[in-house]
């Protein structure tokens, strides 16, 4: 039997049932104008998935439920699966509220299939994720809990779901997104199914957001599950952007289709593109008589370019913003950031700013000015000294009284304090003032070493309405900029000098550029060292690092240049107090930013924010690590 | 069997093993010196329990198993009941790392007690909050997840833990924390474990944020529990406090113990002290032989003065911060602020400052100076009407070039511009300055109501190190400050006239107090409509506020004053458009405000942040709201 299978592959739009809704009313017209048996939607593709507690909405509920009424109402002489929450108002989630599912539908002829071998005619979610940035526990009900208050094992309820299609019945398994992902759960939501028997097909409905690389493993984890089953399975997932506040995401879509050899005979691209993707689909070879395709690794600098370009575009658009400020100091990282945004929303839409104090080389405001030529941006230079001298005598020179004495003491504002003054000068006094004048926000361009130790002003640098480039570590920054001037743009937008130049926050002498001097961040160590803290899968701390200094193996297992840690740290007291340097300020001072810190765009598995939840409670160091600091310090 | 018991009601510092540690055995001294048979510390006594994501760091969990291992060293002829995380090297968590156990350790004589009727020799969690500010699920592997795991039901393994104590068996009930709060699960980890036979005693260790009206309900539910099981129970909760990043709570204490009527015979008093409570308990009488308590109710504004008081003074101390800086407007929240901090740090620690420009009435800003004075506090004015206009000034002269054409065009700056303008001016360029120069931080003092609708100016009025009263409602700073009056202080700190005043930002002469101008916020209605958005357990959303308006209902269901609606808003147009205005900037620019909000400390069930979780997705009007204002307007 051969099906004609729609993939909905739509762009969500988080919230919003009531325009999802009317998207998939399209595309359910569209499939059955092409004669489609049937059309998948993603998960949760009436509501939206990354919704915070707008769960805890009893009228958000009903509404989601009536929308999806609409739905299963269209489904005349076609199959439509799709998402949405379920709802049971007569039983209670583990929080006391009304229990919700993440629900899996299947509507045909105006009616939910599915009813006779499961409590409700509805699939839901067996593994839920609930960790990274997701919160399915919180939300909703799993299958796994539902089987445990049934008194049930999970596998009783991982029922396959037969419908009439074309004619025949067919055996749909139905899962949804981590339900594919099993390897680390006991439970094993489609090899459970496919023992029930009569399995045709599984439809995995996803809402998946990219991050760097993630594509290839899926189709290696969801390839192997297809072989080992033998039957054919397909991936759809959305396209769009969701959030959680700190954490903003790009959907890519993506959607797959593979035979039951685990090949790959449909593939959605371009990536971050909405599409009703057409498949046939021969159940009787299980997928075999179409021919595989090859799929390209999702790894390169390239994902990240579209993937940042999308979440740009679709962010300001989101959030209403049609203009945007960037403060270009003649550095790398405002440089890519204002190559970034003039792609995504125009240069015309950009206004870029330099606002040098006197610590300003002539250098680097040449290369900005330059940069703006480059990128057709409306460009101005607004200079701080005179601001930033008049804040320094305005409180140096005014007396603070004590009541009790009555006697009066005047502040002293250090160099130290004239550099946070300075950036906060920049964004605080400037940047918000003529982004609200041009008529939208300013950006954030720190990027995610400084990120992770706080190397930046709050107020300052670090303020803005999006950390775009902030999941990305230096060299990334580096490898983007070059993508922008040979892949995007094939010119040089951002100036070579931009990109020789020692990276500086030419805050005070101490950071001349044209001395050579700059941040005290040694990148090609230090995003390597900080990498290892934030973003491994067991996440490095101190004692690790120092094992493996102690070791000698450190620069393999950070995966940076071997020979670098001695030419830095010649000796070993040097080497720990820089190790407990960062490790300080990443656990201090650099989380007390990151909570006031704009969103970060992710691309990595882990960027700050609800990726990676933290506590300002200080850095830590485990006896061992005091131990082995002992040892290689000689003491005692 | 009479059982001398001590509750060690410890202070946790989170993330320090070695600080806790050493307090456990310095109260273990104390008890074994006091011939206690059985020490009971509280949940994740040695990790503590708000720690982010460094449950992922696998050489912070064996240190915590090392640190274990001297507690359990320490327990020769005592009986020593503690928290700690448990390891399983061998197993996965669902997230693919090693597994953790939120659990329960008894240790006598240098062994670990309980593993002849349970998988380990400890217990563990079986129901792990997921909801509000906690993420068990996401660190831990709860005993739920392991009976599945293990073909079992959760009561399979809930057995009770027998040792000899006093040279007789005593079987104890070992639960932690949520497992106390069954009322939503349908597994009772309590009546399970009483059922196995042989329970003298109950033990529930906690680690259970303070919130008003907490202590209240957990005593209702505990004391049935008791009384049902018909086995005295001990409840042991730690002290100190723990964070979220965005969301800081404190730990009364407030430890218990109840008889087998469900009567309470102990109670810690005063809340948030660190103490080593004695009690003797007659085992054979199920503690009926000591006398009964009264319990006082805990959701008074009291109580809100304690654990901000304790709050303050903690989290300062937590990050090191000495010194304090307050802006004081001559309004009531800087002042009930700066009351607060005077008493938690001490008046010789802050300095307020006040910053007037020209739209500043001399009444707030003598009002100010009145205010200091009264707190014999450090005390300036820094005007800013000249910084201002400066910055006014240079932008709007200043040309920006655009480089396609050639021209060059210049920003304006409106008045309502001008306004965000004075806030950032006062917070980023003054208080940030003056605060490093007086070697500290600054507050943010902004109140709920603000926060709720982000009624403020990010980087300005809405920035600080902590916002203190942030979690209070507008009524309740108000109940605060005559609190601090009447009761902390005994006399009039804050001046009767900032209390009398009108609240107004005086950022324009349209917020002149003296004119009985001020805030748009309509305070004895905008509390308690953003209260129902936020703060209710279902949460209500404009359908529902419309449908009890439609009903003439709104008010009660508000708990707001009967009559005000109508005089706010003479028709329904003007409530509709007021329910909107609010709703929209609830979900939209004060979304985007909160991710940059400074740590909340939190006294609330559902303070903004860590326990108010959301996505900047803009506002949502569900299909019943848009037919019921057509309905109320009258159109169709």
Not at 423 to 431: H, N, Q, V, Y
């Amino acid at each position: 039997m051969k099906l004609k299978i729609a993939l909905g592959q739509m762009e969500i739009v988080p919230g919003r049932p009531d325009l999802n809704t009317r998207t998939m009313l399209e595309m359910i017209g569209q499939a059955r104008d092409a004669g489609a048996h049937m059309i998948i939607f993603p998960e949760m593709s009436i509501p939206g998935y990354l919704l915070g507690d707008t769960w805890e909405q009893r009228s958000f509920l009903r509404d989601c439920e009536e929308y999806g009424k609409e739905i299963i109402d269209a489904s005349a002489h076609l199959t439509v699966l799709f998402g949405n929450v379920g709802v049971d108002w007569e039983k209670k989630g583990d929080d006391g509220r009304v229990r919700k599912y993440n629900a899996f539908f299947i509507a045909r002829d105006g009616k939910l299939w599915g009813g006779e071998n499961f409590p409700y005619p509805l699939r839901i979610k067996t593994l839920q994720p609930n960790y990274r940035e997701f919160d399915d526990d919180r939300h909703f009900y799993s299958l796994r809990k539902l089987a445990q208050e049934l008194g049930k094992t999970p596998e009783d309820l991982l029922t396959p779901v037969y419908l009439p299609v074309h004619g025949k019945q067919v055996g749909l398994g139905c899962v949804l997104c981590e339900d594919g992902w099993a390897e680390d759960y006991f439970t094993k939501p489609m090899a459970a199914i496919q023992k029930r028997g009569g399995v045709n097909l599984f439809v995995n409905i996803s809402s998946s957001p990219f991050t760097l690389g993630k594509n290839s493993k899926r189709n290696r984890v969801f390839s192997k599950q297809a072989r080992e089953t033998g039957v054919p399975l397909i991936y759809v997932n959305n396209v769009g952007i969701q959030n959680n506040g700190k954490t903003v995401y790009t959907f890519d879509g993506s959607s797959t289709v593979y035979n039951k050899n685990g090949e790959v005979i449909y593939y959605s691209q371009p990536a971050f593109r909405q599409s009703l993707g057409m498949v046939e689909l021969d159940l009787a070879s299980g997928g075999t008589a179409s021919p595989p395709l090859e799929v390209p690794e999702d790894n390169d600098i390239g994902f990240i370019y579209r993937a940042l370009h999308y979440g740009i575009k679709k962010f300001t658009a989101a959030i209403g913003m049609k203009k945007v400020v960037i403060g270009i100091s003649g550095g790398i990282d405002s440089a890519v950031s204002a190559a970034m945004y003039a792609k995504a929303i125009g240069p015309e839409n950009l206004l870029l700013v330099n606002m040098p104090s006197r610590y300003n080389s002539q250098t680097t405001r040449n290369l900005a000015r330059q940069l703006a030529q480059n990128l057709n941006c409306s460009y101005t230079e607004l200079p701080i000294q005179d601001s930033v001298d008049y804040t320094i005598k305005q409180i140096e020179s005014t007396p603070v009284i004590n009541p009790v004495t009555g006697e009066e003491f005047y502040l002293k504002i250090t160099p130290f304090m004239s550099e946070n003054i300075q950036a906060r000068d920049r964004s605080a006094r400037i940047l918000a003032a003529v982004a609200a004048a041009f008529g939208g926000g300013f950006t954030c361009n720190a990027n995610k070493a400084e990120t992770t130790v706080g190397y930046s002003t709050l107020y300052g640098d670090q303020s803005g309405f999006l950390a775009a480039i902030a999941d990305l570590w230096k060299h990334q920054v580096y490898a983007l900029a070059r993508y922008l001037n040979d892949e995007v743009y094939r010119r040089e937008v951002i100036p070579r000098g931009i990109m020789d130049i020692v990276p500086s926050a030419e805050l005070s002498f101490e950071q001349a550029v044209d001395e050579g001097k700059g941040d005290p961040i040694a990148y090609p160590y230090h995003d390597y060292l900080f990498r290892s803290f934030v973003q491994w899968w067991d996440r490095a701390t101190p004692e690790d690092i120092l094992h493996w200094y102690d070791e000698g193996v450190l620069e393999e297992k950070l995966g940076c240049r071997p020979g670098l840690v001695k030419e830095l740290f010649p000796t070993p007291g040097e080497f720990i107090a820089d190790l407990e340097r960062w490790w300080n300020l990443y656990n201090g001072i650099g989380v007390a930013k990151r909570i006031q810190a704009p969103p970060i765009l992710a691309v990595s598995r882990r960027a700050f924010g609800f990726d990676h939840r933290e506590a300002q409670n200080g850095a830590y160091y485990t006896r061992r690590y005091r131990e082995l600091k002992k040892k290689l310090l000689g003491e005692n």
